[in-house]
């Protein structure tokens, strides 16, 4: 599983997230004050999301291309609320606990978290093997629940993780319910390389998308992690879907066999959930 790096002021990333702020709170002169405030607040939180840790004053403000002395303000007042925590020395910020509430609260209340929730655990006890639930959020894909494998693994979770969709099972079963023309649309010509694996080819994951919606299921060859295969399969509950269910083995554990059984068991997985979510 990877991490997300610092992303630049001169990266695609902060270079939307900036234009992001200036198209929703208006801009230019004049703007509500209020909707600007409330815009930069979200984009703080999610800077704090995709990078664990604490963090100086001068490198959130360098990161975000923020006023120093309201980014101040802004962070004191969340601090003051819960939303933000601090060091000791109250000059370094991270993410606060009333976040992790508020992400819980989506997870308790999604419907189809609730309703996949037999088959995921049908699913792991079929498999064996690490169960996700994900959700596609622009070129990304969520983790919304996980069942561990039953095999000795380092423990972690992924709910709440945000990883490329280009570079997941998940992803792939998930773009591969859109037209060529929206995946390119969606899609820089060049994609991030995760691992040595990871296709970086628009085009090329184009040709796969092709073969995925042929044959049913998606496959991430390390692509996102050293040592993992993963399968995954769209929940075709929503055209194009949003949702998928993904099944991770280590390489050195997958046999021919394994492989089928584990493919047969995301095809009944799906069969199930198309049931369970057919009214949302």
Known sequence: MTTAEPVSPQSPEAADSAAGVADVAGGGPGAPAAVKSAVRTVLLLEHFAARPGLHSLADIQHDLSLPKSSLYMLLRTLVNLGWVETDATGTRYGIGVRALLVGSSYIDGDEVVAAARPTLDRLSDDTTETIHLARMDGTSVVYLA????????????????????????????????????????????????????????RERLVDELALVREQGYAVDREENTLGLRCF????????????????????????????????AALFEARDRLSVATRRM
């Open 146 to 201: 996980t069942r561990q494998s039953q095999h000795y693994l380092r423990p972690f979770t992924r709910v709440g993780r945000r990883l490329p969709v280009h570079s997941t099972a998940l992803g792939k079963a998930l773009l591969a319910t859109h037209s060529d023309e929206e995946v390119r649309a969606l899609l820089p010509r060049r994609l991030e390389a995760v691992t040595e694996h990871t296709i970086t080819d």
């Open 232 to 263: 995954g399969v769209a929940v075709p509950y929503r055209t194009p879907a949003r949702d998928a269910v993904s099944c991770s083995v280590p390489v050195a554990r997958l046999t021919a066999g394994h492989e089928q059984r584990i493919k």
